[in-house]
């Protein structure tokens, strides 16, 4: 099946700071990425869905200018946390799909913690 | 909105068969996908269903029906590594219909006991 990778895998950080989180299709090209966010024991919710070379859209409740989404490229969607705080630790998740099929394909995930 | 409803915990015998059901409440159905996911990981793909029917796939099977709202996950021949969290997510498309919007359930953990 199709690879996606993240970076980093896992990231500490104190409060205040950024924190940027890159997603990657390695051998497909992606044309809507998905952020997910997952804390212990629940399941994934998704942040927002971004299309390559658009603005992404968020879901309600999430925090456009706290979690910037870019989508540059076929390949490439950036996650940053601004201004993270403790309670923005969790399990960061990607997903990418191709064009003309809606399967996705997920990142191994991004383990954030704020300190 | 989308309402999906799958139960939180299963325990099943290793070498046993075990049956995971998802309902869900939706407009804009496209597809019902299955994933697995392992503690700390994230999820991976198990199968697709667009239309009604069984579609197998070694020891796992998956089962759809659009008029019911219903589908399930079929697991043969449990093995131990297969506890693991299982998440029924459905796929419809979005209002300005320019992708397909993924909802997931909030997943079934399964227990695999020897």
């Known amino acids: 099946g199709a690879v996606v990778s993240q970076h980093p895998s896992w990231v500490i950080c104190k409060s205040g700071t950024s924190v940027k989180i890159e997603c990657r299709s390695l051998d497909f090209q992606a044309t809507t990425m998905f952020w997910y966010r997952q804390f212990p024991k629940q399941s994934l919710m998704l942040m927002a869905t971004s299309n390559e070379g658009s603005k992404a859209t968020y879901e309600q409740g999430v925090e456009k200018d706290k979690f910037l989404i870019n989508h540059a490229s076929l390949t490439l969607s950036t996650l940053t946390v601004t201004s993270a705080h403790p309670e923005d630790s969790s399990f960061y998740i990607c997903s990418a799909t191709g064009t003309s099929e809606d399967t996705q394909y997920f990142g191994p995930g991004t383990r954030l913690t704020v300190l | 909105g989308q309402n999906i409803d799958q139960p939180t915990e299963m325990t099943a015998t290793e070498g046993a068969i075990v049956q995971i059901n998802c309902t869900y409440q939706t407009s804009g159905f496209n597809g019902l996908f299955w994933y697995q996911q392992h503690a700390?990981?994230?999820?991976?793909?198990?199968?697709?269903?667009?239309?009604?029917?069984?579609?197998?796939?070694?020891?796992?099977?998956?089962?759809?029906?659009?008029?019911?709202?219903?589908?399930?996950?079929l697991l043969k021949e449990l093995q131990m590594k297969d506890s693991a969290s299982y998440l029924c997510a459905v796929s419809v498309l979005s209002l300005s219909g320019g992708s397909y919007i993924p909802t997931f359930g909030r997943g079934t953990s399964l227990i695999v006991h020897p």
């Open chain 2, 40 to 73: 700390g990981e994230a999820p991976t793909f198990l199968s697709y269903n667009v239309l009604d029917g069984l579609e197998e796939k070694g020891r796992f099977s998956s089962f759809l029906s659009r008029s019911k709202g219903y589908s399930y996950l």
